[in-house]
């Protein structure tokens, strides 16, 4: 005979396989429960029969969901009876449920998501959401939107009721364009462009490529954090569900920060109208406008604000400022998140690694091998 659960050959009417050790006949006093499935979650998961209703059991190791399901089916367990209501009132409860926990923009997004994406599926009964009728909305949305928003919209569908199916060909992720990182040229044609311009324009684009501060840091300045040398990172704002302005928290922990300044720029914002406890007065459009405009007059490609942060941590990357003092610089959580998502090569950075190893090498070569210090 062979092993149930390994299909390795063992002498016939064996109790436990000499291989993998598993049972293989049957206690009778043992409940029956229908063998699960692993998601690629790796959740183990099944459905089965509880008082003549089909419950979902999973459980996170194939041991756990036995042991659920086995008390599920002799009333020990409570078994939780699938919401089959609509599609599209779960993901309403799913978003209303998020409002205290998430920001105000990524509530919109999901807003969005509900209202514009896999509409065939959001007028269907959770019990409907089959792989075919699931595929089927996905490859409708494929002529009209990215990947991206086709697997945000999925995995919104799914958070909200709970249902996972596998086999599903989803669109691939295309990575997201990142903004150019400019050379030293570039940067210094883009602040003289900035100058000419002046104002609040100059001052946020500064702020962003010199200080590497955020759009919504730069909106969130007050007159108090403006001191003789330096600006005090505490506050920022950011567009609520109605496009309003609203003052919130910094975006984590280490991005509440005090950054030493230069003279060139707090001359320039000490310049401007002080008007109220805001330094900068402009709508974000205005901002926007500005520093096209720069970019148009710089000959250069547009970044706008996000983008000169990561020219900014790409220049402090080119410098050599190690990296406690750049991550607190900048308001990053960690060095994996700065050098995945901000650091890039700075053109001119590719000439100087190439003196920097022919140096190297042509020490080498004439002088030998460098001696160990104090020798």
């Known amino acids: 005979m062979r092993c149930k659960f390994c299909r390795r050959d063992i002498p016939e009417n064996s109790m436990f396989c000499n291989w993998c050790g598993k049972k293989q006949l049957k206690d009778k006093t043992e409940i029956s429960v229908p063998a699960p499935r692993r998601l690629k979650s790796g959740t183990w998961f099944a459905q089965l029969m509880v008082k003549g209703e089909r419950v979902p059991i999973s459980g996170s190791t194939e041991a756990e969901y036995y042991a659920k399901a086995r008390a599920a089916k002799a009333g020990l367990l409570e078994a939780k009876k699938p919401d089959n209501r609509l599609v599209k009132d779960l993901v309403a409860d799913y978003i209303k449920a998020r409002e205290d926990v998430a920001s105000a923009s990524t509530i919109d997004g999901y807003e969005r998501k509900a209202r514009n994406n896999l509409q065939g599926l959001m007028q269907l009964h959770v019990k409907d959401l089959t792989r075919s009728r699931v595929q089927a909305a996905i490859d409708a949305e494929k002529e009209r939107y990215s990947g991206k928003t086709i697997w945000d919209a999925w995995s919104l569908i799914q958070s909200a009721t709970g249902v996972e199916i596998d086999g599903l060909v989803l669109p691939s992720k295309k990575p997201q364009k990142k903004p150019p990182v400019y050379s030293s040229g570039d940067l210094r044609r883009l602040i003289l462009a900035l100058a000419e311009i002046g104002g609040e324009v100059e001052c946020a684009g500064l702020l962003a490529a010199w200080l590497s501060l955020r759009r919504s840091e730069i909106f969130g300045l007050r007159w108090i954090d403006i001191r003789s040398d330096s600006i005090r990172v505490e506050k920022a704002r950011v567009y609520d569900r109605e496009h309003k302005l609203v003052e919130k928290g910094t975006k984590n922990d280490t991005s509440e920060r005090v950054i030493p300044c230069d003279r060139y720029i707090l001359d320039k914002i000490k310049a401007l109208p002080h008007e109220g406890e805001r330094v900068f007065r402009m709508s974000t459009s205005g901002i926007w406008k500005g520093i096209t405009a720069a970019c ?26 190690p990296s406690v003092y750049a991550n ?31 140096g190297y090498f042509r020490d080498l070569i004439f002088f030998g091998p460098p001696k160990p210090p104090g020798f």
Do not use: C, F
Not at 296 to 320: C, D, F, K, P
């Open 296 to 321: 148009s007059q710089a000959g250069i490609e547009h970044g706008y604000l996000h983008g000169l942060r990561h020219t900014n941590a790409s220049i402090m990357e080119l410098v050599g400022v």
């Open 328 to 358: 607190k610089r900048g308001g990053w959580a960690s060095d994996h998140i700065r050098t995945k998502t901000y650091t890039d090569a700075i053109p001119e950075g590719d000439r100087d690694a190439a003196q920097m190893v022919d």
